[in-house]
């Protein structure tokens, strides 16, 4: 009787121990700490980009003046929103790569050092000079933004590697979603996202099980993002909650491992 007991408690013991409980696996559950506005909304937050080195710019050009973008060549210019009437005035330049030393260089205004800057002051900066060249403030005016957001996604998820997001603007569940989502093991409450600044590097934990997390500035992804998944500890110990043959197997086997230990010290 004793011995079925402890088969009992020992097999059970190794059940509970191998199930990933749901509250580990859904996204977005409810939590009291989440923010809404006076509207019942939840509020967007985003943190200021700063200029990274290899980050590519976008520079668009807005001007009734036909002279105020002669300095833009053809090889670096194409037509704003696929105009084809070079007279439009709208135009923009295919990508400002920014330098190892953190500068770019715009054909006809020379160097600027980006580097650490918000895009509002690169964009400053790029406008004084726009404005001594045309000899009239107010000809024309510039607009900088990020041409594409390049992430990375490693660890416990079904597609890792490098992402390249052709928008300036990508949240998380987007980033996973377009990595072919997580895996089972995949611990949804402590994802990992180190990010760059000029000062060093951050890492960041979030827990995308809680709906809270809309609250937070760091939803949004930013260029040299490195979001980590870790394993949940029921792969680290193997017993992850498989439907596989092998888990199968493997739950058979530490269990008989368990019963015949204890018949062997049951006969001394």
Known sequence: MKIKIFIFIILNSILLSSCIGVKKLKYLQPSENLQLNQYGLIPVAYEKYRIKKDDILTMTLITSDENAAKFLTNENTTYFKGGTNPNDGRLRTGGLIVDPNGYITIYGLGEFYVY???LSEVTDLVQAKLNQVLYNEGKAEVRM???????????????????IEQSNRIDLLQAIAKSGDLTRFADRRHIRIIREYPEGKKNITLDITRDDILNSPYFYLQSGDQVIIDPLKEKISGLGGGTTLGDAT??????????ATYVFFKSL
């Open 116 to 118: 650490g800057l918000t």
């Open 145 to 163: 933004n990020i041409g594409s957001i390049k992430y990375y996604m490693v660890g416990e998820v079904s597609n890792p590697g490098e992402k």
């Open 250 to 259: 493997q739950f058979l086997s530490l269990g008989m491992q368990a019963i």
